[in-house]
């Protein structure tokens, strides 16, 4: 039988490469996204291929993507919470509206999206659920504090929920990406940084160079979307996949360095060799 995948923020980056990956392969893939008429060329013209509106922050765009999917496939094998985006800079200078959108989509949106499929799961007594966090789900770099703790938040839930359904024939996988070159570091970022507070300013312009840098050299999304094919497929009880060459090394050292050390390196990878580190 045809396995069926639905995919948030499936409009560019990995959520997109994941959609091409699954349908290259013979999979079934609603591809939801929050402007399916901002993205135009994302449909394809094929009854495998299903595009509609999901906004993480609107639980009616859920509930109603979640039913097109169900009334056009029949059921639903893997459910991957994607949509996401970064907001970076000094916590003092992040307003309440911005602290608010980034818990509302990478947290509250994600959990939406679980609640929503989990009955679904049960009922068929199967069913996959992966999460995307970020190797920033278990370590972190300065100024993502906010980011980092919605990630952080991410990873808390999804291995915890793992005990929960498991005896459900449920499976919750955890993906990890490191550096990826996605609208992730331009398009989709929020940044917040009032240069009136001047004692941030020299870290805050090293840290942002650092960064345009690893997102530069960051790798393709094609390497997370064959981590989510392998983590789909995955009939263990696995839950952590980390996705890409930094993840790995970086998750590596993290687990292996003590954490006075551990900071060093990440002070000396962020600020190089300027007296902030
Ligand atoms: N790129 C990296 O280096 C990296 C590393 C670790 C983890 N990640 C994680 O990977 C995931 C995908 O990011 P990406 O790198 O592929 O970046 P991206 O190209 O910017 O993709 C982000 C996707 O999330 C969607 N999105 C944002 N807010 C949404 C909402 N309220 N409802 C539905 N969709 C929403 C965006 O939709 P629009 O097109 O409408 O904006 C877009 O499709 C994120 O969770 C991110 O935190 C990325």
Same mark, same amino acid.
């Given at each position: 039988m045809t396995k069926t995948i639905l995919i948030t923020g499936a409009s560019t980056g990995i959520g997109q490469a994941t959609a091409e990956w699954f349908f290259e392969r013979g999979w079934n893939v609603?591809?939801?996204? %929050?402007?399916?008429?901002?993205?135009?060329a994302a449909d394809r013209s094929d009854s495998r291929w299903l595009t509609c509106r999901l906004d993480v922050t609107d639980p009616k *765009?859920?509930?109603?993507?979640? +039913?097109?999917a169900l009334s056009r496939y029949g059921r639903i094998d893997v459910w991957v919470n994607n949509a996401g985006?970064?907001? *970076?800079?000094?916590?003092?200078?992040?307003?309440? +509206?911005?602290?608010?959108?980034?818990?509302?989509?990478?947290?509250?949106?994600?959990?939406?999206?679980?609640?929503?499929?989990?009955?679904?799961?049960?009922? +068929?007594?199967?069913?996959?659920?992966?999460?995307?966090?970020?190797?920033?789900?278990?370590?972190?770099?300065?100024?993502?504090?906010?980011?980092?703790?919605?990630?952080w938040a991410v990873e808390g839930l999804s291995e915890s929920l793992q005990f929960e359904v498991r005896p459900l024939n449920i499976r919750v996988k955890i993906i990890e990406p490191g550096p990826i070159r996605t609208d992730f570091y331009d398009r989709s970022a929020d940044f917040c940084h009032n240069r009136g507070f001047t004692e941030y300013n020299e870290l805050v312009d090293q840290a942002v160079r650092t960064y345009q840098k690893a997102g530069e050299h960051?790798?393709?999304?094609?390497?997370?979307?064959?981590?989510?094919?392998?983590?789909a497929r995955d009939r263990s009880w696995k839950l952590r996949y980390p996705a890409g060459r930094d993840a790995r090394i970086l998750l590596t050292? %993290?687990?292996?360095?003590?954490? %006075?050390l551990y900071q060093a390196v990440v002070r000396s990878q962020v600020f190089g060799r300027t007296r902030l580190r």
């Amino acid at each position: 039988m045809t396995k069926t995948i639905l995919i948030t923020g499936a409009s560019t980056g990995i959520g997109q490469a994941t959609a091409e990956w699954f349908f290259e392969r013979g999979w079934n893939v609603a591809a939801t996204m %929050r402007s399916p008429e901002s993205h135009p060329a994302a449909d394809r013209s094929d009854s495998r291929w299903l595009t509609c509106r999901l906004d993480v922050t609107d639980p009616k *765009s859920i509930a109603s993507a979640l +039913q097109e999917a169900l009334s056009r496939y029949g059921r639903i094998d893997v459910w991957v919470n994607n949509a996401g985006y970064g907001l *970076s800079g000094t916590l003092e200078s992040a307003t309440e +509206q911005q602290i608010q959108r980034q818990f509302d989509t990478n947290v509250f949106g994600l959990i939406r999206c679980t609640q929503a499929i989990l009955p679904h799961f049960r009922n +068929q007594k199967s069913g996959t659920l992966i999460n995307v966090s970020s190797m920033g789900g278990r370590l972190t770099f300065p100024l993502y504090s906010l980011y980092h703790a919605t990630k952080w938040a991410v990873e808390g839930l999804s291995e915890s929920l793992q005990f929960e359904v498991r005896p459900l024939n449920i499976r919750v996988k955890i993906i990890e990406p490191g550096p990826i070159r996605t609208d992730f570091y331009d398009r989709s970022a929020d940044f917040c940084h009032n240069r009136g507070f001047t004692e941030y300013n020299e870290l805050v312009d090293q840290a942002v160079r650092t960064y345009q840098k690893a997102g530069e050299h960051g790798q393709p999304p094609e390497v997370v979307a064959r981590v989510i094919w392998k983590a789909a497929r995955d009939r263990s009880w696995k839950l952590r996949y980390p996705a890409g060459r930094d993840a790995r090394i970086l998750l590596t050292l %993290r687990s292996l360095l003590p954490n %006075r050390l551990y900071q060093a390196v990440v002070r000396s990878q962020v600020f190089g060799r300027t007296r902030l580190r």
